[in-house]
DNA sequence: ATCTTATTGACAATGATTTCCATCTTCATT
DNA sequence: AATGAAGATGGAAATCATTGTCAATAAGAT
C-alpha cells in the first residue's frame, strides 16, 4: 500500500473519507499510479500499470474509480483527440502545478508547458468572472489546449 | 442544389477546387446543413439534416466528408465530453466569427461566447508565438473552454 | 461523349467505454 | 474482534461512435 513506508496516510486520504467514499485496494492503487507517472495516461494504460502491482484489478474498476476522481476534482480528464481519454492528477505534493497543452497532431505527443501560465490565468480568472455573471454561469473548470506540428512532425 | 436561388456559386466553391477535392452532391449537402445550423451538430445529426434533403447519402460518408473538412480548416472539430465529436463552420459569411464555448456538465448545453474574445485572441497570440519558438511547435489552432453549471442545473 | 480516378454507400469490423449482476469489501456498529 | 448493510468489484456481454472494405457510381479533364 502507498504509505506502508511513509510516516502516515497519503494526502488524498481525507479527501476520500470527506466525500462518503471508500478508500479501497483498488483507489489507493490507482491513485498510487496516477502520482508517480508523468505522462496522461489512458485508462488502459492506467490499467495495465495498476495490473503489474494489484494483478486483480479489473478495468471496469478503473473506468469507474477515474469517473469518480474526475467528479471529486483529484484528477483531470483529457482529450487530446487520439480517440481515448487521457487522465491527469489535479494536484498532490508531486504535481507540476498547473499548466496548459501542446497537442502535436502528427505524432500526438503532448508537451506540458507552464510558460505565460500567469497571464493565461489571470486572463482566465477575468473572463471567467464575466462570464460567470453574464450567463448565470457557475464554471468549475477551464481548458485551453493548442494544436500543431512539433518539431520532429513539420 | 445550394445556389440554386443565389447569384453564383456559395463561397465555399472555390475552396474545394482550389484543394483538389471534387465538388459532389454530398459535400454541397454537408456543407450547406452546416451553414445554416447554428448549434454543435454531431455526426449523426449532421447526416439526418442531410439525409431529409439528400436521402441517398450514406453515414460513412458524412464521416469521411467531416474529415475532410476538418483538414481543408473550413470546419472546427470539438469534443464537448458527451462521447460524440461535434463540429462547426469555421468562417464564412454567415458565421457568428471566432468564438469559444462555455460548456455545462449538468445538461450537456453549448453556450457560444464572444465576450473577451478580443483579450483572449491578444494572449493568445502572444502565447502562441512564445510557445512556437521555445517547442519549434507549428501551431495550428487553439482551444479554449470553460466547463461548469449553466443556470438551470445549478 | 469518353475515360480516369476520386468518391460513395452498405455492411462489417473495431475499439473505447458502459451495463449487468452475483460476489466480495469496507467500515460503522456492536 | 465479530457483524451486517451498503458500497465496490470484476468478468463477460452490450453499446455505440467511428473506421475499414469493396464493388458500384459520378466528377470533371480531355
Redo the contacts with the bound molecule.
Keep these: 500500500m502507498p504509505w506502508r513506508d511513509d510516516t502516515g496516510p497519503p494526502w488524498w486520504h481525507g479527501k ?2 470527506g466525500c ?8 489507493q492503487a490507482i491513485l498510487d499510479v496516477l502520482s508517480k507517472i508523468t505522462e496522461h495516461p ?3 494504460e492506467i490499467y495495465l500499470e495498476v495490473h503489474k502491482v ?1 494483478p ?10 477515474l ?1 469518480l476522481l474526475v467528479q471529486a476534482g483529484l484528477i483531470f480528464k483529457f482529450d487530446f483527440g487520439d ?3 487521457r487522465y491527469e492528477l489535479s494536484e498532490g505534493p508531486k504535481s507540476i502545478g498547473h499548466h496548459h497543452h501542446l497537442v502535436c497532431i502528427g505524432c500526438g505527443r503532448i508537451i506540458d508547458y507552464t510558460d505565460f501560465i500567469d497571464e493565461e490565468i489571470e486572463l482566465l480568472r477575468k473572463t471567467k468572472k464575466g462570464l460567470s455573471k453574464k450567463y448565470n454561469f457557475k464554471i468549475t473548470n477551464h481548458l485551453i489546449q493548442f494544436h500543431g506540428l512539433c518539431g520532429k512532425c513539420q
Design positions: 476520500f473519507r462518503g467514499y471508500r478508500l479501497t485496494v483498488s483507489r489512458s485508462a488502459e494489484y486483480a484489478i479489473g478495468l471496469t474498476t478503473v473506468y469507474r474509480t469517473e480517440g481515448r481519454a
